[in-house]
T-cell receptor, first 115, second 116 residues
Framework: AQSVTQLGSHVSVSEGALVLLRCNYS??????LFWYVQYPNQGLQLLLK??????LVKGINGFEAEFKKSETSFHLTKPSAHMSDAAEYFC?????????????FGTGTRLTIIP | DTGVSQDPRHKITKRGQNVTFRCDPI?????LYWYRQTLGQGPEFLTY????????KSRLLSDRFSAERPKGSFSTLEIQRTEQGDSAMYLC??????????????FGPGTRLTVL
């Protein structure tokens, strides 16, 4: 079984400040890890994914995440927050399972940017 | 690449009625997934298709739910005898099978169902 825990359902940061969204995973086999962003009344957009090629993963819109096996973590960061970053962020895990790579999501973190 | 589309975007129905949602995946994608997202939660897996074959169904998918993907193209999700607990956002995602590395699932905008 696999699972994801996102610490902090709501995070507020000032515009220009560091963004840090936390994600810890549980998986019995080497995982694939993802961060998705969801804007109001929209579907999910992939920010970045970890597939074991490199532990530091760079994504779109200046986001990056680091895979730390010893800590079972995959935290999302951005050096300088922008107003347009305000959205809901979901961490997800999947395992190769005979073709079904269904995603198991965390409960999400709502990011608010303070002007 | 026109992305994943879903229709309708919103559906309001009365309890006990049947509803059907449609998902059109990205054209060359052979994998298609359905997820359900309730308020304040992350999406939860419902079912998965590889081409036209439905290969896995979640225990969340009661016998009132049925999904099809005829000819391996678009997919439909039908809910019979809707209940208020079915109110949620229904998300469709598609991906292209890759031999090396995991595939990337691209999500549609979702269909928001409200059962009165």
């Amino acid at each position: 079984a696999q699972s994801v825990t996102q610490l902090g359902s709501h995070v507020s940061v000032s515009e220009g400040a560091l963004v840090l969204l936390r994600c810890n995973y549980s998986s019995s086999v080497p995982p694939y890890l993802f961060w998705y962003v969801q804007y109001p009344n929209q579907g999910l957009q992939l920010l970045l994914k970890y597939t074991s090629a490199a532990t530091l993963v760079k994504g779109i819109n200046g986001f990056e995440a680091e895979f730390k096996k010893s800590e079972t973590s995959f935290h999302l960061t951005k050096p300088s927050a922008h107003m347009s970053d305000a959205a809901e962020y979901f961490c997800a895990v999947s395992n190769y399972n005979f073709g079904n790579e269904k995603l198991t999501f965390g409960t999400g973190t709502r990011l608010t940017i303070i002007p | 690449d026109t992305g994943v589309s879903q229709d309708p975007r919103h559906k309001i129905t009365k309890r006990g009625q049947n509803v059907t949602f449609r998902c059109d995946p990205i054209s060359e994608h052979n994998r298609l997934y359905w997820y359900r997202q309730t308020l304040g939660q992350g999406p939860e897996f419902l079912t998965y298709f590889q081409n036209e074959a439905q290969l896995e169904k979640s225990r969340l998918l009661s016998d009132r739910f049925s999904a099809e993907r005829p000819k391996g193209s678009f997919s439909t999700l039908e809910i019979q005898r809707t209940e208020q607990g079915d109110s949620a956002m229904y998300l469709c995602a598609s991906s292209l099978e890759r031999v090396i590395h995991t595939d990337t699932q691209y999500f549609g905008p979702g269909t928001r169902l409200t059962v009165l």
